[in-house]
């Protein structure tokens, strides 16, 4: 069988805890490889290679940094269909959906790329008598970034093109669930002539997360994946002094205006709650329907579109969505809808029963759509990860506009309008990170910035865009007189313009 281990100072080594977790291959429900756990004293040797390479490749120049991110685009392309495969078997995803997650990544590298731009400080001439004053960004020393397991390609490279680019070492622990990927990115890394012991990864689970948090050489630390283990993080990380943005879990809400061109709103909320079998922190999993009218025609549309979405395992090309990541997952997501209808939301659709023909022990199920969910269910407060869409009716915009706000998570929100008026107050108003006019899932260009609010990002500075550099940069600030310029005489009182 597969194993994977780590990949430490440019070289694959093999794990030395005799720990494994097993990575199943969601659409067969086999377990096709076993990935290391790490160990404390394995952390201990990726950040030794990290401290050792990284003053030399920040000396690097700029440009010289981006060149390397230059050709593993290139290899990137390469090998892009084998790495979409391998993704896809180990994630559950789709084939094109795969592609995808690759490519939200290449574009963050491309966005990297601009590196000799993006570093450059301010410089103000004369700011005293005689005086100039200028800032330079420079590069933290070794950082980590710890990952989920819903975007092994496209979230690895969030963090590391960004923190490399600006003349880091950095130190991956990806998702024990499909390691695969991360690995294969940083292989191509080193192949692009980037310098060993630049990128590592280390694989594992909370011992590894946990000798991170607690490393004195590492100085900063992005973490994606769920909202307490991101409020985990934070905590721990801020308390040996480090820098911290983690971003967590997610409740989407998708607001159907009465003027909404009704099947531009269905087929987006079909993609954006099915897609990826809903295992995206983008996913809408709360449609608002404004209005009695609008809602019977949304559900009236709606369901004939949840009953007829396809399934199919990850190869094949006509499938809407394919399985969910683990077993544990599928029961997770089966159980909420059981919470569900105890609770009293009225099941419109139920996907539980779905079997894959030739597949049966795949981890699958069908679309499950529940309407008049009401906010203190738990199924609208929690983040259910699963191909399940609740609809809440909402009575008016007000209210409409109160229910994202309000809810726990904050990542994205959409609103489906033709009355620019309502979508303009409402993105001003709406308590959430990114918003979504007609777009169902408004995840930014890699040169904007991502982040969601509350539960959803604990930090101060979002992933990617400019933000990105400032995370992975420090500040230095210069002020410079020459000895022309400087009076006689000691001066005692504060310095003042
Ligand atoms: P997860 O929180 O279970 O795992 C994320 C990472 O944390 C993994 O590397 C895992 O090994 C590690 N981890 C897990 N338990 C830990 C513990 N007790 N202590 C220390 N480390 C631990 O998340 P997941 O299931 O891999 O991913 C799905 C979650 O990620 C969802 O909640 C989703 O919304 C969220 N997500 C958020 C964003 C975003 O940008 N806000 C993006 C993608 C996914």
Redesign the pocket.
């Known amino acids: 069988m597969r194993t994977v281990g780590h990949f430490i100072g440019g070289k694959h080594v093999k794990g030395s805890s005799g720990r494994f977790a097993d990575v199943y291959q969601p659409m067969t429900g086999d377990v096709q490889a076993q990935v290391a756990l790490g160990t404390k004293a394995e952390l201990r040797a990726a950040v030794e290679n990290a401290k050792a390479a990284q003053p030399a490749w920040a000396a690097t120049n700029p440009q010289r940094r981006a060149r390397v991110f230059m050709k593993f685009l290139e290899l990137v392309a390469r090998d892009n269909d084998e790495m979409a495969e391998l993704l896809a078997r180990e994630h559950g995803k789709t084939f094109p959906d795969a592609k995808g997650d690759i490519l939200r990544g290449v574009e963050v590298v491309e966005f990297a790329l601009g590196v000799p731009h993006l570093m450059k400080g301010e410089y103000t001439e004369g700011a005293g008598p005689g005086i100039d004053l200028y800032s330079i960004r420079q590069p933290l020393g070794v950082v980590a970034g ?6 092994p390609a496209m ?1 690895p490279m969030w963090q590391f093109a960004p923190a490399i680019a600006c003349g880091n070492a950095f130190i991956l ?5 499909d390691p695969g990927v991360p690995m294969k990115l940083a292989e191509l890394m080193l192949e692009a002539g980037l310098p060993p012991g630049i990128l590592n990864v280390v694989n ?3 011992e590894v ?2 000798a991170i948090l607690d490393d004195q050489d590492i100085s900063a630390v992005g ?5 307490s ?2 409020q ?2 934070y905590e721990r990380a801020a308390a040996t002094g480090k820098r911290a943005q983690c ?4 409740k989407n809400h998708m607001i159907v205006m009465p003027d909404a061109d009704m099947d531009q709103a269905v087929d987006a909320l079909v993609g954006a709650g099915y897609g990826a079998a809903g ?3 983008m996913a809408v999993s709360v449609a608002v329907p404004v209005g009695k009218t609008t809602a019977d025609r949304l559900m009236e549309k709606l369901v004939p579109r949840v009953e007829n979405l396809k399934i199919g395992p990850s190869m094949d090309p006509s499938a809407d969505f394919g399985p969910l990541v683990t077993k544990a997952a599928l029961e997770r997501v089966k159980n909420y809808v059981e919470i569900g209808v105890k609770e009293g939301a009225t099941l419109a659709v139920d996907g539980r029963g779905f079997k894959m023909q030739g597949y049966e022990n795949g981890f699958y199920m069908g679309g499950c759509l529940f309407d008049n969910v009401t906010k203190d269910m738990r199924i609208y407060k929690e ?1 259910i ?1 699963g191909p399940v869409l609740s609809v809440v009716r909402a009575h008016d915009f007000d209210e409409a506009l109160r229910l994202p706000s309000e809810h726990e998570y904050g ?1 994205g929100v959409a609103i489906f309008t033709r009355d620019g008026d309502s979508a303009r107050e409402f993105a001003a108003k709406v308590n959430v990170g990114m918003v979504g006019i007609n777009v169902p899932i408004p995840v930014p260009v890699a040169y904007f910035s ?1 982040g ?1 609010w509350k539960r ?2 604990f930090g101060d500075l979002n ?1 990617y865009g400019t933000d990105s550099v400032r995370f992975y940069t420090k500040t230095k600030t210069v002020t410079a007189r020459w000895p022309s310029g400087v009076k006689e005489g000691a001066d005692f009182a504060m310095p003042t313009s």
């Open positions: 710890i990952t989920p397991f819903n975007f979230i622990k990806p998702s024990e669930r594992g689970d909370k997360v946990d973490f994606v994946g769920s909202s283990i991101a985990y993080i971003f967590g879990g997610a295992e995206r922190c983040e990860f990542n991502f969601g959803s990002g992933q």
